[in-house]
Structures are given as C-alpha cells and as structure tokens.
C-alpha cells in the first residue's frame, strides 16, 4: 500500500522549496498548478468553458489562455475567482486522482502538491497532510519580492485563500519555513526518516 503525503500551504509559503526537497529523493510529485495549466491549453473543453463564461477576451491572439489577465480579474473579485474555481474543479479532481492513483502503483509515496487543498475539498484523496507554513506578515513579505508586488497586491493574493494559521490548525504535520533553506530540509529528512520512507 503506498502512502500519499498532501502538501499544502498558502501563497508563497514555501511549497515548490518543500517539495523539490522530496524530488531530490526521487518520490513522484503531482503538481495541481502543472494540471490547472494542461486543462486549460489550447482546444481543451476547459479552456471552452473559460471562454464561454470570460468571454473571448481572455485569450491571447494565438488562442492561448491570458493567465495574468484571468489572474487579475479572480484575485480581485471573489464571485469571479467562485465562478473560475467550479467551472475547473471537476477538470482538475479528475485528473489530479488518476495521477495520484497512477504514481501509487510505482512508488511508496507519493506527494501531491495542492495549494488549494483545504479550500477544493481534497482531504479525503491523500493519507496525511503537510502544511508549509510563515505567518502572514513574512508571507507578505515574501510574495512582494518573488512577485515584484506592492503591499496590497500581494496582501490581495493572500485574502484570495483560506487564512494560513486556519491551514495550520488542520495539519497534520507542519514544515516551518520561517528559517533558513537548511532548517526546512532537516525537517523533511526528519519526517521521511520518521516514516521510514529513508
Ligand atoms: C488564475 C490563474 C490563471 C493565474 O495563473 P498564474 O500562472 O498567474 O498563476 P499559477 O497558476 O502559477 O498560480 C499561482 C498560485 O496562485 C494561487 N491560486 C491559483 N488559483 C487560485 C484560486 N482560484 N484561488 C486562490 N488562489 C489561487 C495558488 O497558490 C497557486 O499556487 C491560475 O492560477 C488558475 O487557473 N487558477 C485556477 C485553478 C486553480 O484552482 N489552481 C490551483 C490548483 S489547486
Ligand atoms: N526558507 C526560506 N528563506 C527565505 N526565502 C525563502 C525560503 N523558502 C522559500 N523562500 C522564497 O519565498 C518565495 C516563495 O517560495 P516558494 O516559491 O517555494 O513558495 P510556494 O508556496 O511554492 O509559492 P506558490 O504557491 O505561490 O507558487 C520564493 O521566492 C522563495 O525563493
């Protein structure tokens, strides 16, 4: 029986630095933002959906989804960003489980990175939970600079998602990212050890 380990966390938190961790120990990871894009590229009925409800507009000239534009029209208005997510949802769960149960049958653990994992309802799909956690202000600050953003845009972003101590609160392990890159691998080492997977 394989184990799957969700990983989760807000915005800029520190997911991709957690989970290139568990790549390098060669554990399969399915992205749920890598499969956010494959449901939507050119031809897919989720991008015809995306047009018929944001209208042509939200295309580029090649035909090709405009991220940022459709970024900010859900990070601004929560009705919209509602509409967006209940139009991908089946899309993504569909896909997001066969890749899930494909890994398992190759691996004894499997990672699946989701960012919206507490908010899409994806609790029951993994066997445990991690939470990549920095208190909000530090997740401010770090988002600014990956981003190039200013205060309220980025304290925007962040509001877009359940609240990180609320994510915390539901975790069933927590990688603190406050520290240095050192920190949070000794912590993912310590957890694999733990569980026997090292
Ligand atoms: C709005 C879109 C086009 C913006 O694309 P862009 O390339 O700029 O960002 P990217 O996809 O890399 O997402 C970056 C981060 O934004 C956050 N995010 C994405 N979508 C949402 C959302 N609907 N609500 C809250 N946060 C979100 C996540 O933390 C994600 O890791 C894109 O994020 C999207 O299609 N979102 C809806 C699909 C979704 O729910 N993705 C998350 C999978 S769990
Ligand atoms: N321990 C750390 N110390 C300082 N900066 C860090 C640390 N961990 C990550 N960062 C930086 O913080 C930013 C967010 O990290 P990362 O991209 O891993 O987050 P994420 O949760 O995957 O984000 P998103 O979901 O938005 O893609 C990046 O610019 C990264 O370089």
Not at 50 to 66: A, K, M, P, Q, R
Request: net charge positive.
């Amino acid at each position: 029986m394989s184990f799957v380990l969700g990983i989760t966390g807000g915005i800029a938190t520190g997911k991709s630095t957690v989970v290139d961790l568990f790549k390098k120990y060669n554990f399969p990871v399915i992205d749920a933002d890598i499969v956010a894009r494959e449901v939507v590229e050119p031809n897919t009925p989720g991008l015809k959906k995306i047009v018929s409800t944001f209208g042509e507009d939200i295309l580029h000239t090649d035909g090709s989804l405009n991220r940022q534009k459709l970024g900010q029209i859900i990070f601004a208005d929560p009705k919209k960003r509602q509409t967006l997510n209940q139009l991908l949802a089946p899309f993504l769960q569909e896909s997001i489980i066969n890749q899930i149960n494909e890994a398992r049958r190759h691996s004894s653990l499997v990672i699946a990175d989701i960012p919206l994992l507490f908010e899409a309802g994806y609790e029951k799909s993994v066997d445990q939970i991690a939470v990549v956690y920095i208190p909000e202000n530090l997740q401010v600050s770090r988002l600014m600079k990956r981003e190039n953003l200013t205060e309220k845009e980025a304290r925007q972003k962040v509001a877009s998602q359940l609240s990180i101590e609320k994510k915390k609160s539901q975790a069933d392990v927590i990688f603190d990212n406050q520290q240095d890159r050192s920190f949070i691998c000794q912590q993912v080492t310590s957890w694999l050890k733990a569980k026997q997977f090292l």
